[in-house]
């Protein structure tokens, strides 16, 4: 069973505080799991870094697109106010763009199919005196840890004899460890004096997601932590640190929330890009606003797969069968919202993306060039916006 997560314990090891305008790490508190050396290998390689086994199946599509498919869009706050002929021609017309053949393979390859896979136990185990979370498979390694002082933090995750490698390399400057499926993440910190020290255990390809943030304000140790506990995530994203998508899957269970949700996490940090042009909106490279929000639907089994994509006027004609009309007070993690003129915005006018939480939104929009996570205030597009309750 998973450690029940206690947020005034985690507040603790995680506390932040603020000098001047600028958030610093407490010095004798840990506020992550895991360093990156000096500042310049911590910068370059915390911005180059992708999450592998979350992403494996998107990142093998995107490779297979010619970038050839990809054109250059105006960057807008909602979707691109200058469609296609096509594209408005289709959304006055009543018919829903039909996706292209890769994004259809790209769904069938990422629909999560249910599979026993073996439940290995990962110990975690926490040092108080350099505030460093240890994670291993090893009951032996950990009981050694415990019995020269560290405290035994139980099992906060499961792990398989098979699926992505997770990857562990150690720092013997600081004494840190850290824990990537990345093998180019990996190769970079071996080459920067990290000691490679193998394979730690394997991630089984679906399950509950574990959670990557970054500390932007602590260099070197502390900069990262791991969490399957999304209002721990949270938490820390509202104490300020930085979400680094999906890191790999606990064995476990995830909701249809979870999934839709996590749809955007998966793509959030691999270099996804806006466009409204047919066929790129499609995926795997590009995506708008409804795009994204209609193959969210589909992996998380809201919609059936091989559904058309649609736009901002046709997720509106969803309500009564799919979604149901909630007040803005109720707003909860999963909740979608639609902007615009419902049902007559002819997808460009409008603007459309999921609640992460009552506060925030993750959508694929022009402002950003891809998908983000955002407040909902200011960010939802054009008024009127209305959110919807999946059924």
């Keep these: 069973m998973r450690k029940k997560f206690r947020l005034g314990e985690v507040k603790k090891r995680f506390k932040l505080y603020k000098s001047g305008k600028r958030w610093l790490v407490a010095a004798t508190v840990f506020v992550g799991l895991l ?22 199946t998107v990142e093998s599509t995107i490779d297979s697109v010619s970038d050839s498919n990809v054109s250059d869009v105006p960057i807008t706050e909602g ?20 996706p292209s053949e890769q ?46 002082g560290w405290k035994d933090e139980g099992v906060t995750m ?6 992505n490698a997770v990857y562990r390399v150690y720092n013997p400057n600081t004494g840190e460890h ?32 574990v959670y990557r943030l970054l500390n932007p304000n602590a260099k070197g140790i ?53 466009s409204m042009l047919i066929p790129q909106r499609n995926g795997p490279k ?28 046709t997720l509106s004609w969803l309500n009564g069968s799919v979604l149901t009309e909630i007040s803005r007070s109720e707003v909860r993690k999963g909740d979608i919202f639609i902007s615009g003129d419902q049902g007559n915005s002819n997808g460009a006018a409008g603007h459309t993306g999921i609640a992460s939480s009552n506060t925030t939104i993750v959508h ?7 998908i983000s996570e955002t407040q909902i205030e200011g960010r939802t597009g054009p008024t009127p916006t209305k959110w919807y309750r999946l059924k």
């Excluded at 990156?36 to 999450?51: K, M, R």
């Excluded at 910190?189 to 000691?195: E, F, I, P, Q, T």
């Excluded at 694929?364 to 891809?370: E, L």
Aim: charged content about 20%; overall charge negative; some cysteine.
């Design 286 to 313: 590009q995506y708008d606003c409804s795009s994204a929000v209609y193959s969210a639907l589909i992996e998380a089994g809201y919609l059936p797969l091989g559904t058309t994509l649609g736009n901002t006027s």
């Design 364 to 370: 694929c929009n022009g402002a950003d060039n891809g």
């Design 178 to 209: 850290h824990y990537t499926t990345s093998s180019s993440e990996k190769n970079g910190l071996v080459k920067a004096g990290w000691k490679d020290e193998g394979t730690s255990w394997y991630a089984p390809y679906d399950g509950a997601a």
């Design 35 to 56: 360093g990156l050396g000096s500042v310049s290998q911590a910068d370059e390689i915390s911005s180059t870094q992708t999450q592998d086994s979350a992403v494996a």
């Design 158 to 163: 499961y792990g398989s004899s098979s699926g």
């Design 103 to 148: 994004f259809q393979q790209e769904q069938e390859a990422k629909t999560y199919q249910s599979r026993a896979v073996d439940q290995l136990p990962i110990y975690q185990a926490y040092n108080p005196n350099s505030g460093e979370h240890f994670f291993t498979q090893s009951k032996a390694e950990k009981d050694g840890l415990v019995k020269a």
């Design 222 to 274: 502390g900069s990262h932590y791991y969490t399957t506990n999304t209002s721990e995530r949270k938490w820390l994203m509202d104490s300020g640190w930085k979400s680094e998508s999906i890191a790999w899957f606990s064995v476990g269970s995830r909701s249809k929330l979870d999934k839709l949700v996590d749809w955007f996490y998966v793509r959030q940090d691999i270099g996804i890009t806006y």
């Design 79 to 98: 979707e691109n106010p200058q469609p296609s002929e096509d594209e408005i021609a289709n959304a006055n017309g009543g018919n829903i763009i039909q």
